[in-house]
């Protein structure tokens, strides 16, 4: 860069030039005006609105025309309102005091003629105009002319500033045209031409009024960088035509500092225009701005005339020193509009002292075996997983669109997981904002940043991740420089409480569509349209939900939380429906590549076998929203398998999917995978089992090693409700499958339950202590009575949470009071001490149930929790529900209310607008069929059930085998 | 890839560990992966014997865990350039072959230097490898080499050293562990050479013992301060052995 190639003589120039600059703008200057009785009244007026201080360092001075002329105190300069009055005499006088002055007329032939000598003659100007706007330019262009103290005169009108920026741009740009004409020596005019535009650059900053730092002036080499460009270009020319090569780069060298100067103008006046509305709920407090050493303080405002708001402070993104105050929460540190996008550098250097004093400094390492260490871009694309590296790592999703971005041309992907608390303190206090991991560079100097929505519970953890990178928490508050930011994942189907802080959330199957969006993204960029024209031609990327473009109505149909509908005029869809690839067997097969240093939570090969589960269980979201169903073929899996396998180092695979043992082709692909992988010391293993899938074949297929727990989930104590919530599994499915299990060698069964199902009674919740007890029974008949028999049975039980696209839901979740209940009852049901029962944490349920119920008005709830210090509530640790009672008092929610509210079946729902194709009489039909207890069938087993997925979306299931 | 596993056979004809080839190598611990702590680094080296394809041999206890051992551990923060792990194969490939497959497959931070095939019936190597070199390099210290130098020698005449370690309190022996000490000054950084040997109770961290060392000045602590291993020796009867040999006649040690 530039900079660095100036020697300590020019950075003492340009830091001379800088305080020259401050010197200039902050001068005292006089205007007086004249005004003729009899002038014209549109132009006195005019003149009058124009001439108003922004500092206090500009005086003006108005006086009929009768006034004595010259004084003690002369004036910078004079202005005369002509009319029909005399003032040849008055301006006689100003101009042999050597007073720059001007008549203001109507047309050129209302000036009087006068007499004067040439010297005198030179500081007299008329300025003709017959409209106010004309009147305004030429005054300024003559101003900028004639007056010394035009740097003052800018920084106080804000008329004046255009034509005295152009001056000094064409001023900076003729003496860079003969400093490209004189020197011939290549290269060797770069370090002068630049540290004139330095100089430009912060005269033009003094001219607008801003505060001048010489820190400034290397900022914005950003922009005078591009100039750099000009000057290869001249280079290649004069190598190119011999002879002309002087004057050629002269040339250039003068277009490329208007262009320069034109677009550092466009920077520094867009700072100091007025700063707009605070966004809803947003606190704008200005960043407390320390002088910078040497400097004297600001000038206080003083005398500033009403009306007139003052320019927004101005902070350099990491440097200031409000970025190195320590932050408590709740105090939300505002960062000042912001010129430039941060830059993309390695900030490594930063993070590193602070390793050594953090818990699991391994977390933080990048470099891994499979990372992508080329990242050249030029479009830079970052997914953050808003959780720590072992629980984010895992996480397929990221990997699948990590790969896709990666191998496009022109196009790269990082990936960044949020600091644990002790790291993020730190880099608060340090000042070190988020960094990926690849590059270390700063989140917020990407082009685009994805967050993966893998759960309801994320949403603070992404306010967490924002507030780290320096990046405005939602939509509105953004720059038009900032990164966009984009979501997706499991939990995009309501994500209105937290659409606020997307600027577009990406619906359904992520690997075409996040291709798709990164180049709308870069092509709309390239093109300069505005923030607002990028987000509405993102709009148009099919499967692209832009929030920002949609308003929420409440009226009669709707819930309290209303619905969402397109704005009026934007041309977006009512109903953004997901995107689907239907050929998945196209997809690669293994999409995890990093192996990553330190232990994970799944320290394992995962392998997608299938996407899209087609059993229909009533509760479950994913069964809903990833259909159709799509089966890896099994050849494709047993080689992508051994490959990954040897390409990683792993020693253990996982085909992972809803429900993998659904897969028609299962039984060979684990014979297969088994043979492959014989003597290897290598497990596979399935991650959970159906039930009804679990035979004898089965449990010894999936053997292969350390003989721990299995897991089922039956969900439901009683046939009758598992009817209701259309898991079709029977008792007699269960206990075959512990017997099975039982005889393969396993001794720990572990049982998943779910209370507060819809027409549950008392009956069923003591069906599930039948059940664990039935389990335990048929694992002492087989393996033996004894306690040293090992055999022990635990059972799990999470409170229903209704999700949205489920046939459930309308349905509030249950009361807290009647969980606690239930949960005793249960606990006094079971007799037998080797039964453990263990509950998911209620409360953490209660949360999920508000934030899978809220439309966008839940927004101030979500962010008044993290403001609160609600993070990581993922963590059985971190969470803390009197943190979310606090924000929801402080909203004026309740967490209870929201969760357990019932919506009509007719109304209008808040998520009805982002839409995986099911069909919304599909879910309808289930809810009745749900409450009478009718069962409904597998579409890949049985007929098609209606959902309404194949024909909405033009997909299919594709099954490779044959189900049973 | 030779016997399969598990072993269908009497156990009396289950191969001999001490039989098996075993396969020493050295590798350096970059900078950047300083911070990596050692189980995570374990698990690592795992992986990436298997990318390599190695014969390895699988251990029959019920964890079926690799036939590896490592060298004693490094303190989190510090770098090395001198690591070793043994490990055992069925078969007996070229170390050469060996070490470049295990090259192709390891991360650059983590690089193999070399690879040879050890006698199988010598010690562990963690209990073998007693001496140890390190170089402190203190870019920020208050004080000069000498100074130093006189620190450590105050902190020796004590006798022991007791740090905490996390909520624990440590005690070292200072005369059967601190072999020698000494500091130069280079272009305004102070290097320092620490030698030590591991003791029968708790080994001396050149961290600790710099911290020990400024304290007893009653200067601040360091900052900054960057940790790396330089060689790892065997000592026996006033010898230092190589870890790749040649190997004397030493008295039979229990198989390891």
């Known amino acids: ?964 | 890839m030779s016997s399969a596993q598990p072993f269908s056979g009497r156990p009396q004809d289950l191969p001999v560990k001490a039989d098996l080839a075993r396969l020493r190598v050295e590798y350096g611990k970059a900078e950047r992966l300083a911070y990596l702590g050692h189980l995570d680094l374990i698990a690592t080296v795992e992986r990436c014997i298997r990318r390599a394809r190695l014969p390895f041999s699988i251990g029959n206890g019920y964890a079926r865990r690799v036939r590896i051992q490592f060298s004693s551990a490094l303190p989190v923060g510090a770098s090395s350039s001198c690591e070793y792990f043994d490990v055992r194969l069925t078969e007996r490939v070229d170390a050469r072959e060996a070490l470049r497959s295990l090259r192709a497959a390891t991360p650059e931070a983590l690089a193999p230097l070399r690879a040879e095939y050890v006698p199988g019936r010598l010690p562990a190597l963690e209990a073998w490898l007693d001496r140890s070199s390190w170089e402190l390099a203190c870019p920020r210290l208050a004080v000069g080499a000498e100074d130093l130098e006189e620190g450590v020698r105050r902190v020796r005449a004590a006798g022991e050293l007791t740090y905490l370690r996390g909520e624990r309190e440590k005690r070292v022996d200072l005369a059967s562990t601190l072999v020698g000490f000494e500091a130069r000054e280079e272009g305004g950084v102070v290097r320092a050479r620490v030698e030590t040997r591991v003791g029968a109770t708790a080994s001396l961290r050149p961290q600790v013992l710099l911290d020990a060392a400024l304290s007893a000045l009653g200067v601040p602590p360091a900052t900054g301060v960057r940790v790396r291993r330089t060689a790892q020796l065997h000592e026996e009867s006033g010898r230092l052995v190589e870890p790749f040999g040649p190997f004397g006649n030493e008295a039979p040690a229990p198989l390891s």
């Open chain 1, 1 to 964: 860069m530039a900079a660095r190639k100036l020697t300590a003589g020019r950075i003492l120039e340009v830091l001379s030039s800088g305080s020259r600059a401050l010197a200039g703008r902050d001068e005292r200057v006089l205007v007086r005006v004249h005004v003729d009785a009899t002038c014209p009244r549109g132009l006195a007026r005019c003149v009058r609105d124009a001439l108003v201080p922004e500092r206090g360092t500009g005086d003006v001075e108005v006086l009929p025309l009768a006034a004595p002329p010259v004084g003690a105190d002369a004036p910078d300069v004079a202005l005369v309102l002509v009319g029909d009055g005399p003032c040849a005499e008055l301006v006689g006088s100003y101009a042999r005091a050597g007073v720059p002055v001007a008549m203001v007329v109507e047309g050129a032939l209302d000036a009087p003629r006068l007499e004067l000598p040439e010297q005198a003659a030179a500081l007299v100007g008329t300025v003709a105009a017959s409209s106010p706007e004309a009147l305004l330019d030429k005054l300024a262009e003559w101003l900028a002319a004639s007056c010394d103290k035009d740097l003052a005169l800018a920084a106080n009108f804000a008329f004046c500033r255009r034509a005295v920026s152009d001056a000094l741009v064409a001023r900076c740009a003729l003496e860079n045209a003969a400093v490209g004409a004189i020197s011939l020596i290549p290269g060797s005019d770069l370090p002068v031409m630049c540290v004139n535009q330095a100089k430009l650059a912060l005269e033009l900053a003094a001219a607008h009024g801003l505060e001048v730092r010489p820190e400034r002036a290397l900022d914005l080499v950003g922009v005078v960088g591009a100039g750099l460009v000009w000057r290869a270009l001249a280079r290649r020319l004069v190598s190119l035509v011999p002879g002309v090569g002087a004057l050629l780069k002269a040339g250039v060298a003068y277009g490329g500092t208007l262009a320069t100067g034109a677009a550092v103008r466009l920077h520094v006046s867009a700072d100091a225009a007025p700063a707009p509305a605070a966004g809803p709920g947003g606190q704008r407090a200005p960043a407390a701005r320390l002088p910078a050493p040497g400097e004297a303080p600001p000038p206080p405002p003083a005398a500033r005339a009403p009306g007139v708001p003052p320019a927004p402070p101005y902070c350099l993104l990491y440097t200031s020193d409000a970025a190195r105050a320590p932050r408590g929460r709740g105090v939300r540190h505002h960062r000042g509009r912001r010129v430039m996008r941060a830059r993309r550098e390695c900030l490594f250097d930063r993070l590193e002292p602070l390793l050594a004093r953090v818990e699991h400094p391994g977390r933080y390492l990048d470099h891994e075996w499979g990372s992508v260490s080329e990242q050249d871009g030029p479009f830079h694309l970052c997914m953050v997983y808003a959780d720590v590296y072992e629980v984010g790592q895992p996480n397929l999703g990221v990997a699948i669109l990590y790969n896709q971005v990666n191998a496009q041309e022109g196009m790269s992907c990082e990936r960044c997981y949020l600091p644990w608390k002790d790291m993020a303190a730190l880099m608060r206090e340090e000042g070190v904002p988020l960094l990926s991991l690849e590059s270390a560079s700063p989140l917020a100097s990407f082009d685009a940043v994805g967050f993966t929505l893998a759960h309801e519970l994320i949403a603070t953890n992404v306010l967490e991740a924002l507030d780290l990178a320096g990046i405005a928490l939602t939509s509105a508050e953004r720059d038009e420089d900032d990164p966009i930011i984009l979501a997706g994942g499991p939990s995009a189907w309501n994500c209105e409480p937290i659409a606020d802080v997307f600027d577009a959330v990406l619906l359904g199957d992520g690997e075409e569509s996040i291709v798709d969006a990164c180049a709308c993204i870069r092509d709309a960029r390239a093109e300069g349209l505005s923030r607002a024209d990028v987000l509405r031609r993102l709009a148009r990327v099919p499967g692209t939900y832009v929030p920002s473009l949609y308003e929420v109505r409440v009226d009669e149909t709707s819930t309290r939380w209303g619905y969402a509908a397109p704005l009026p005029g934007e041309d977006v869809p009512a109903v953004v429906l997901k995107r689907c690839v239907n050929d998945f067997a196209a997809t690669p097969a293994v999409a995890q590549r990093i192996v990553p240093y330190v232990g994970i939570v799944q320290d394992r090969l995962s392998l997608e076998v299938l996407r899209g589960c087609a059993r229909g269980c009533r509760f479950c979201q994913a069964g809903m929203t990833y259909r159709p169903v799509r089966e890896r073929p099994a050849e494709q899996v047993v080689s992508g398998g051994v490959e990954g396998l040897l390409a990683s180092g792993h020693n253990e695979i996982s085909l992972t999917s809803l429900s993998t043992t659904d897969h028609s082709q299962c039984a060979r692909i684990l014979n297969e995978m088994n043979a492959a992988l014989e003597g290897k010391g290598i497990r596979v293993s399935i991650p959970s089992q159906r039930l009804d899938a679990f035979g004898v074949e089965m449990a010894a297929a999936v053997a292969g090693g350390k003989r721990g727990g299995l897991t089922f989930a039956p969900e439901a104590g009683s046939q009758r409700l598992r009817d209701v919530i259309n898991k079709n599994v029977t008792e007699e499915d269960l206990e075959r499958a512990a017997r099975n299990a039982f005889e393969g060698g396993w001794r720990r069964m572990k049982l998943y339950f779910m209370i507060g199902l819809p027409t549950e009674t008392d009956e069923d919740v003591v069906g599930i202590a039948r059940m664990a007890e039935r389990v335990l029974e048929i694992g002492r008949e087989v393996v033996g009575r004894g306690v040293r028999s090992g055999v022990s049975v635990s059972i799990s039980v999470a409170v229903l949470v209704p999700k949205a696209y489920t046939p459930f839901q309308w349905c509030g979740q249950l009361a807290p009071d009647e969980v606690r209940r239930r949960q005793r009852l249960l606990l006094s049901e079971i007799r037998d001490r080797a039964i453990r029962v263990s509950y998911h944490d209620a409360d953490v349920s209660l949360v999920e149930g508000a934030l899978s119920r809220m439309g966008r008005a839940g927004f101030p709830l979500v962010r008044r929790a993290w403001e609160l210090g609600c993070t990581f509530d993922a963590w059985t640790s971190e969470f803390d529900v009197s943190r979310w009672e606090r924000a929801a008092a402080d909203c004026g929610l309740d967490l209870a209310d929201v969760a357990c509210e019932d919506f009509p079946l007719t109304a209008r729902l808040p998520w009805d607008h982002t839409s995986p194709g099911v069909d919304a009489g599909f879910l309808q039909r289930e809810w009745r069929r749900a409450v009478e207890g009718v069962t409904t069938p597998d579409c890949t087993r049985a007929t098609c059930a209606g959902c309404g997925v194949c024909p909405t979306l033009g997909v299919r299931n594709v099954i490779q085998g044959v189900r049973s």
